[in-house]
Nanobody, 113 residues
Framework: QVQFVESGGGLVQPGGSLRLSCAAS????????IGWYRQTPGKQRELVAH???????NYADSVKGRFTISRDDAKNTVYLQMNSLKPEDTAVYYC???????WGQGTQVTVSS
């Protein structure tokens, strides 16, 4: 079992920023495309950003221009920099390889005034 652990969530005010981290162990990290997802109660889990093994990135329309995904293969870590946060960004955020069916615990992001 490859472990992916999310961290960096918290409570921020609208307009604030957070950086989430996704650290992996037990894998050759560089071969995976990695996605960040989010889930709110009563709604379908949404893919918000992903980065391929070659470094190509894609974003959901709702976060374009505000979120940036990056990876550091030497550290086995993927990041999600979130700027200009809005209340509707409130969710539990998860990371996983795009091809994986296994979900971790996620990290809670709450945007509230």
């Amino acid at each position: 079992q490859v472990q992916f652990v999310e961290s960096g969530g918290g409570l921020v005010q609208p307009g604030g920023s957070l950086r989430l981290s996704c650290a992996a162990s037990g894998s050759i990290f560089s071969i995976y495309g990695i996605g960040w997802y989010r889930q709110t109660p009563g709604k379908q889990r949404e893919l918000v950003a992903h980065i391929t093994s070659s470094g190509s990135t894609n974003y959901a329309d709702s976060v374009k221009g505000r979120f940036t995904i990056s990876r550091d293969d030497a550290k086995n870590t993927v990041y999600l920099q979130m700027n200009s946060l809005k209340p509707e960004d409130t969710a539990v955020y998860y990371c996983k390889p795009l091809a994986s069916a296994h979900w971790g615990q996620g990290t809670q992001v709450t945007v509230s005034s």
